[in-house]
Nanobody, 121 residues
Framework: VQLQASGGGLVQAGGSLRLSCLDS????????MGWFRQAPGREREFVAA????????YYADSVKGRFTISRDNAKNTVNLEMNSLKPEDTAVYYC???????????????WGQGTLVTVSS
C-alpha cells in the first residue's frame, strides 16, 4: 500500500475542501481507510474512517455533520469532503489504511504523507 494524500490548502472559515487519498497499489479494497489530523503542538487525532465496502463509517464528534468520508474502490481512492470549516480544523491531514475499521491510529498499518489544511478566520 502506498498512499498519497492531496487536496489541502488555505480556505476561509465556512468554506469547503475535498481531500483525496490514492492508493497506488492494488489491495486498496481490502483495507479499511481512515483520516487523521495533527494540529501544531497537538497529538494526532481521529477524524473519520470507512469500511472496506464503504457501508460503514465513523466520525469524530468534532466533525460530525460537516465532514463526509467516501471511497471509490474502482479508483483506489478515499475522499474526505470538508464543509463549514473552522479555524480549529487547521492541521495536517493524514490518510491511513488498516485491516480493521477503528477509530484508533494503532489499527492502521499504512500512512500517507499528509496534506496541510489551513482555515483562516
Amino acid at each position: 500500500v502506498q498512499l498519497q494524500a492531496s487536496g489541502g490548502g488555505l480556505v476561509q472559515a465556512g468554506g469547503s475542501l475535498r481531500l483525496s487519498c490514492l492508493d497506488s497499489e492494488r489491495a486498496f479494497s481490502a483495507y479499511a481507510m481512515g483520516w487523521f489530523r495533527q494540529a501544531p503542538g497537538r497529538e494526532r487525532e481521529f477524524v473519520a474512517a470507512i469500511s472496506t465496502s464503504g457501508g460503514r463509517w465513523y466520525y469524530a464528534d468534532s466533525v460530525k455533520g460537516r465532514f463526509t468520508i467516501s471511497r471509490d474502490n474502482a479508483k483506489n481512492t478515499v475522499n474526505l469532503e470538508m464543509n463549514s470549516l473552522k479555524p480549529e480544523d487547521t492541521a495536517v491531514y493524514y490518510c491511513a489504511a488498516g485491516w480493521t475499521l477503528h477509530q484508533h491510529e494503532s489499527a492502521y498499518n499504512y500512512w500517507g504523507q499528509g496534506t496541510l489544511v489551513t482555515v483562516s478566520s
